[in-house]
């Protein structure tokens, strides 16, 4: 274990022996960080946060601070981060509320650039990367291998889906759905992220599936049953990957940008 002299440490918190805490760092109460993990100068872990293994943040990062919702009031609540994740310079991720789960939830092999926020009971998934100066409010979803570009706001309770594409700028306050290229204030649907499934090495014949998905999703003027139905039958017999799509359009409680 590599803890600076300047660093200041909680008796309780529990850090892993192979973990560096830099100069300036702060460690507060019940905070336990994993194995590998790295702590440049300047970063606060502030309470009743579990941090994974191989993770790494970098300077004025505020991780596990209270939450900015109005109704809590000193509740115990927690920030849980997973693995191989990057933290760049001033994210700021809160823990969550008693009013949810009491959890904001990270996942692993995520790349948080400069001065993002994650707010109160968050969930985000793995592989992600979101840009500079990126705002999530409280409550939102962001599932796998999504990026969200910089400067983006998304509003309460929305759910960003897997493999989808948030163009910078954007004001997102419905929910984004799996494979979907977005952007605008208010954001508006483009189209597939066909680009992200080529580097992904998907097939020709994928991709075509799915854009006939998308097709009869946001664009066959279909109610949403006629569209589950067209879907299930001209699609997902043939592409599985449609399934995420269809979920998207099955469980959106706020509609999606389209």
Known sequence: MTIHPTAIIDPSARIHETATIGPYCIVGEDVTIGADTILHRHVTVVRNTRIGERNEIF????????????????????????????????????????????????????????NTHIAHDCVVGDDNVIANNVGVAGH????????????????????????????????????????????????????????????KGWSKETIDYL????????????????????????VLTFEPRAQLLLDSLINSERGLVR
């Not at 760049?88 to 400069?114: P, W, Y």
């Not at 854009?211 to 001209?234: M, P, W």
Request: aromatic letters at 6%; a neutral charge.
């Open 59 to 114: 300077q004025f990062a505020s991780v596990g601070e209270d939450c900015q919702d109005l109704k809590y009031k000193g509740e115990i609540t927690w920030l849980e981060i997973g693995d191989d994740n990057r933290i760049r310079e001033a994210c700021s991720l809160h823990r969550g509320t008693v009013q949810d789960n009491s959890l904001t939830k990270i996942g692993s092999r995520n790349l948080f650039m400069v």
């Open 211 to 234: 854009r006939l998905a998308y097709r009869l999703i946001f664009r066959s003027g279909l109610t949403k049953a006629d569209a589950i139905t067209a879907v299930n039958e001209q």
């Open 140 to 199: 939102v979803q962001i599932g796998n291998h999504i990026i969200i570009g910089g400067n983006s706001g998304i509003h309460q309770f929305c759910k960003v889906d897997d493999y989808s594409l948030i163009g910078g700028a954007s004001l997102i306050l419905k929910d984004v759905a799996a494979f979907n290229m977005v952007s605008g204030n208010p954001a508006k649907s483009h189209g597939l992220n066909i680009e992200g499934m080529r580097r």
